[in-house]
């Protein structure tokens, strides 16, 4: 059965950093293109990141550019976003999600898996 489990969450500081994982099981990621999205309260879900299925492509938005890195390791089926830097505005809930295919898709709609989210809080 195709799993996403997100982890990694929880309360930061403004300034402080955060990993989140995305552990995938029933499938292998070698052909998956993987994305990182968050939705705050009463606002959409929004495209923070994301990698190709080599992982030789990354996209970010704009507002987490030069703070997040996103990454995979194939090896272990797990996807990261290591944020840095964390501002107020980052507090969310932080979703993985998984398309077939070799490039990186920035659409929400294209993903075909979604993980169950993980809360991020960044507040003093």
């Known amino acids: 059965q195709l799993q996403l489990v997100e982890s990694g969450g929880g309360l930061v500081q403004p300034g402080g950093s955060l990993r989140l994982s995305c552990e995938v099981s029933g499938f292998t990621l070698d052909y998956y293109s993987i994305g990182w999205f968050r939705q705050a309260p009463g606002k959409e879900r929004e495209r923070v990141s994301c990698?190709?299925?080599?992982?030789?492509?990354?996209n970010y938005a704009d507002s987490v550019r030069g703070r997040f890195t996103i990454s995979r390791d194939n090896t272990k089926n797990t996807v990261y976003l290591q944020m840095n830097s964390l501002k107020p505005e980052d507090t969310a809930v932080y979703y993985c999600?998984?398309?077939?295919?070799?490039?990186?898709?920035?659409?929400?709609?294209?993903?075909?898996?979604w993980g169950q989210g993980t809360q991020v809080t960044v507040s003093s």
């Open positions: 990698i190709s299925s080599s992982g030789g492509s990354t």
């Open positions: 999600a998984v398309k077939v295919g070799y490039v990186c898709y920035v659409q929400r709609f294209q993903y075909d898996y």
